[in-house]
């Protein structure tokens, strides 16, 4: 999901949202997950998808809010797709 991550980021660098990423490969990232889960008080998502596969919260930072998840299955132009519907594009 790296470059989909980074490439979204850059390309929604002006819109007021982080990529939160949730990775389940090894007990560092777990623990570094379990941390994200706590900071954006997504507790409850975050423990209904551990330990599957890893996702990435869409999060409007203004609002403190989750737009939507994402996944590595998705593509960059369906990642854009869904980030421009969350956004109300």
Known sequence: M?????????????????FVTFDFTDDETKKAAAAAAKKYQVEELF?????????????????????????ARNNSEEWHAAIDTALGG
């Open 2 to 18: 790296g470059p989909i991550v980074a490439e979204c980021a850059k390309d929604y660098a002006d819109k007021s949202i982080a």
């Open 47 to 71: 423990n209904k998808r551990a330990p599957g596969t890893g996702f990435v919260l869409l999060y409007d930072t203004a609002n403190k809010r989750v737009l939507t998840t994402l996944s």
